[in-house]
């Protein structure tokens, strides 16, 4: 199977869906620019016209009501914010509108909206261009909302999202749009609601989502040098939440580790341990939460990399959890090659901020 990067599995599921369906439409402010969202609305206008891929003005609250009122007159169109922080500005529409125009009219109503959310991270966008708000939204009834962490999961859950018949927020990591994975060419659906075990395992039960799944990722090899066997799950999507996935794994390992992508206090992780306790009771011992600390996102390098999760941390919570010494010389090997890159530069070819 042939690999692409995640931005371009999200414009090649957008490109399909444009063929497939004329309800479908894109719209936001920058789809039209020559960057097209990171690559990915670059030039669907030439194809699509300006109608279906329409560039709009900075007026975020206003743009996610014309976006909500097309969807209830029957249209399906995918709203883009190139940052989190700018649905903001919107917040009222998308709680108030989007999320309960189907209860309040008794069901004579659908919105099936996709709103693309994307995080930021690192070149010093700092604390209102780089926040992880995935929690604010989960916790509304009437949305759903996704995250997912690869190209395929990306594509895939993109599809289900647009033909879903009701508003769904769409996490995308900026750090995630230029990692590769293999994904078919078909136009192909992955269920909202369904978390993924991307490494079975027997010792401890890691649950992570988005960017922090990759940090978590980082630690396979080294797991296996020390002798532990984790099991890794992918929430892919945060509402609905796959609760069956988590107590399986957890109910085998008998110990849990949440890596959260933004702050835990009230958040996923929160959530996901509190399930647990209530269905499962004590375990071998007690879960740890990993999140961002509790301050606003910092500008400067040297304070975001205070602020952000590493692989260190994530690694001390396994080998504490799973009661496993790491050797030092086996630890600092490995964490010397990641060195700045897990706070300002993802990878090589990484071009920022925007």
């Known amino acids: 199977m042939r690999k692409i990067k995640y931005f371009q599995a999200i414009k090649e599921a ?6 497939k369906d004329k309800s479908v439409m894109i719209m936001g402010l920058g789809v039209n620019d020559p960057k097209g969202i990171f690559g990915t609305t670059k030039d669907l206008y030439k194809t699509f016209g300006n109608r279906r891929i329409l560039e709009t003005p900075t007026s975020e609250n206003a743009v996610t009501g014309v976006a909500i009122g097309a969807a209830i007159q029957g249209l399906r169109p995918i709203l883009t914010h190139q940052r989190v922080e700018f649905s903001l500005l919107s917040i009222e529409q998308i709680i108030n509108q989007a999320a309960k125009w189907h209860f309040m009219s008794a069901g004579e109503f659908n919105t099936p909206l996709v709103i693309r959310l994307i995080i930021g991270k690192g070149w010093g966008q700092g604390p209102q261009h780089s926040q992880s708000l995935e929690t604010l939204f989960s916790h509304i009834p009437g949305l759903k909302v996704v995250a997912p962490s690869s190209a395929y999961d990306a594509k895939g859950l993109l599809v289900s999202s647009v033909r879903d018949n009701g508003p769904v927020i769409f996490f995308e990591h900026r750090w995630l749009h230029n ?10 659906s992955i269920p909202i609601g369904k978390g993924k075990v991307v490494q079975k395992g027997k010792d401890i039960t890691i649950v992570s989502f988005s960017e922090a799944l990759i940090q978590v990722l980082r630690l396979k090899n080294i797991l296996i040098k020390c002798g532990i066997s984790a099991e890794i799950i992918d929430l892919r999507s945060l509402r609905p939440l796959d609760k069956n996935c988590i107590i399986r794994s957890v109910k085998k390992t008998k110990r849990l580790l949440v890596v959260d992508n933004g ?31 509790e301050i606003p996102i910092p500008s400067t390098r040297a304070l975001a990399k205070e602020c952000y999760l590493n692989s260190e941390t994530i ?31 993802p990878y090589k070819d990484f071009q920022g901020p925007f």
């Open 179 to 188: 990692i590769n994975g293999k994904v078919p060419k078909k136009l192909y």
């Open 14 to 19: 957008q490109t399909q869906l444009l063929q």
């Open 263 to 293: 702050w835990k206090s009230y958040g996923i992780s929160a959530e996901i341990v509190s399930l647990v306790i209530e269905k499962l009771g004590n375990l071998k011992e007690k879960p740890i939460r990993l999140g961002i600390k």
């Open 315 to 345: 690694l001390d919570s396994i080998s504490k959890l799973t009661k496993t010494k790491i050797k030092s010389n086996i630890k600092n090997k490995f964490l010397k090659k990641l060195s700045l890159k897990e706070t300002d530069i």
